[in-house]
């Protein structure tokens, strides 16, 4: 059974920094291309971040694009996202999701994880 455990969610104020991680389970992690999206009140899920199955390719919304990084930790079997200069838009529920192939999301999604950016 496949599971994603998002955590790393909370408060910040415009200008700070967050991590959030997935860990992963019930998969070989090691072999999947991984993605963060984020969905926010009334609006589309969106991609955010994704990053191949190595770690060696990286791909970011124009958005997030020099503010956010995209990781992932093999031996741990988790995925990271670190934001920075966080702005009000960046406010949603943030997921993350096995690829079926690096362009596209697989059917597996955590539960989110919570981020709110404000003052």
């Known amino acids: 059974q496949v599971q994603l455990v998002e955590s790393g969610g909370g408060l910040v104020q415009p200008g700070g920094s967050l991590r959030l991680s997935c860990a992963a389970s019930g998969i070989i992690f090691s072999l999947n291309p991984m993605g963060w999206y984020r969905q926010a009140p009334g609006k589309e899920r969106e991609l955010v971040a994704r990053i191949s199955a190595s770690g060696s390719t990286t791909g970011y919304a124009d958005s997030v694009k020099g503010r956010f990084t995209i990781s992932r930790d093999n031996a741990k079997n988790t995925v990271y996202l670190q934001m920075n200069s966080l702005k009000p838009e960046d406010t949603a529920v943030y997921y993350c999701?096995?690829?079926?192939?690096?362009?596209?999301?697989?059917?597996?999604w955590g539960q989110g994880t919570q981020l709110t950016v404000s003052s």
């Open positions: 999701n096995v690829g079926i192939d690096y362009y596209t999301s697989g059917a597996y």
